[in-house]
């Protein structure tokens, strides 16, 4: 509910409507409605996004097809909330919906069919209407046959977990992170589940779900983390290194003796975390534990480097910038509203703001982030200092057992 009404995505609240409730108090309404017919639990309510064509429809005419699309759909029997962004290249509703009837208290269900034969239908020809394109969606040939025909069909396909490995392994070796090699599994067409005892994967064409660990030792989630973090050399892959690794290499010519500032501040975390092509030898746990966030980090030294950044205060002045340029494109924008509605200047203007609002939440994110990663360095050191110290004094223990142990001899 908060995503779908945020006023930076739908121009302050020009583009928000509510059925049944009202924005301000959406939530805290529907919440009653669930305590009225005491039903508090099981699934809360649902979340839809119906997205236009580029330049084909305006803010308002997209806002009121996803008012009608709702009264369609929950014929007034559900309370819910329909917000139209513009903050993408693609204006896009959100709708979000109680699962409990505010009329009679049942709950709304939702499945494969139901959106076919409903939410799609609907959408579509409330699209069809106004002139509007709807996707097409013929299934590719190898969805449309079974799985076992697919399995069939494959060359030296020893059992039916093979096409599954091989997907898998080449998502790990296109990725540097987890997150990275779950998106590139989407991309194949897989989903997941990690909310159950064993985490499952769903395979792409008929749905099938097949647990993680069923495919082998090498493939539970803890194994595919270790495998992501410790690669095997490229040259024996013989497989190119995805382009996150291109900036790494590239970092790692760089000596660390050259850099400075908030430069040299991020080449020592990449170098400490492991995810540079030469690891230290002892990855040290207060920085390692930060593994999780590896994405960001490679993504604010990669905007670094390309800024040529050495301190906090060039990282504000280019923070300042970008926001005095939002404030100039915003009135541009509002202005265009106005007049000219359906100028395609403004999917323009609409790009820049997303670009340079990035630009403004990635520096901030910067600033904070490198003053922890100060913190985490510094406890790293104290944790290496403290291993050469135990270190030292094992062996300066084990030479003095020797020696007791020569004399006695």
């Known amino acids: 509910m908060e995503y779908a009404l945020n006023r930076d995505k739908t121009e302050q609240d020009l583009l928000e409507s509510a059925l049944g409730c009202t924005c301000e108090t959406a939530f805290e309404d529907m919440?009653?409605?669930?305590?009225?017919?005491?039903?508090?639990?099981?699934?809360?309510?649902?979340?839809?996004?119906?997205?236009?064509?580029?330049?084909?429809?305006?803010?308002?005419?997209?806002?009121?097809?996803?008012?009608d699309f709702a009264e369609r759909l929950l014929g007034g029997e559900f309370q819910a909330v329909v917000s139209t962004h513009l903050n993408t290249g693609h204006i896009h509703n959100h709708l979000v919906w109680n699962s409990v009837s505010l009329k009679n208290g049942r709950k709304y269900r939702s499945n494969h069919r139901s959106?076919?034969?409903?939410?799609?239908?609907?959408?579509?020809?409330?699209?069809?209407?106004?002139?509007?394109?709807?996707?097409?969606?013929?299934?590719?040939?190898?969805?449309?046959?079974?799985?076992?025909?697919?399995?069939?069909?494959q060359k030296g396909s020893a059992t039916w977990k093979t096409p599954i490995q091989q997907d898998v392994d080449a998502a790990i070796a296109s990725a540097l992170t987890w997150k990275q090699f779950l998106r590139a599994l989407e991309q194949q067409g897989y989903t997941f589940r990690f909310d159950r005892k064993y985490a499952t994967l769903k395979l792409p064409g008929d749905g099938r779900t097949v647990r993680f660990k069923t495919l082998g030792k090498q493939y539970t989630p803890e194994a595919i983390q270790r495998r992501i973090l410790?690669?095997?050399?490229?040259?024996?892959?013989?497989?190119?290194?995805?382009?996150?690794?291109?900036?790494?290499?590239?970092?790692?010519?760089?000596?660390?003796?050259?850099?400075?500032?908030?430069?040299?501040l991020y080449f020592s975390y990449l170098y400490k975390m492991g995810v540079l092509p030469k690891k230290p030898?002892?990855?040290?746990?207060?920085?390692?534990?930060?593994?999780?966030?590896?994405?960001?980090?490679?993504?604010?030294?990669?905007?670094?480097?390309?800024?040529?950044?050495?301190?906090?205060?060039?990282?504000?002045?280019?923070?300042?910038?970008?926001?005095?340029e939002i404030a100039v494109l915003i009135k541009q924008r509002q202005k265009l509203y106005r007049c000219k509605s359906e100028s395609s200047q403004i999917e323009t203007l609409t790009e820049q703001l997303k670009k340079l609002r990035y630009t403004v939440k990635l520096c901030r994110n910067i600033e904070s982030h490198s003053v922890q990663m100060e913190q985490r360095l510094l406890a790293a050191k104290l944790e290496e200092q403290e291993k050469k110290e135990k270190q030292q004094k094992e062996s300066q223990n084990r030479e003095k057992q020797k020696r007791s142990h020569n004399s006695e001899r």
Request: proline share 5%; charged share 30%.
């Open 230 to 264: 410790y690669p095997k050399p490229p040259h024996r892959t013989g497989k190119e290194l995805p382009e996150s690794c291109g900036f790494l290499l590239l970092l790692w010519e760089k000596s660390s003796r050259r850099l400075t500032g908030l430069r040299a």
């Open 31 to 67: 919440c009653r409605v669930k305590e009225m017919w005491h039903k508090e639990q099981g699934v809360q309510g649902f979340h839809l996004v119906q997205s236009f064509a580029a330049g084909e429809v305006t803010p308002e005419l997209a806002h009121q097809i996803g008012l």
């Open 115 to 153: 959106y076919i034969t409903q939410v799609r239908r609907i959408s579509d020809e409330l699209c069809k209407q106004h002139g509007l394109s709807v996707i097409s969606t013929e299934r590719s040939k190898r969805a449309a046959r079974p799985y076992a025909q697919w399995l069939a069909e």
């Open 281 to 324: 030898r002892y990855p040290s746990c207060a920085v390692r534990e930060d593994i999780r966030r590896l994405d960001q980090r490679i993504e604010q030294a990669e905007f670094i480097f390309k800024n040529e950044i050495e301190d906090r205060g060039q990282l504000a002045a280019i923070r300042q910038k970008a926001e005095n």
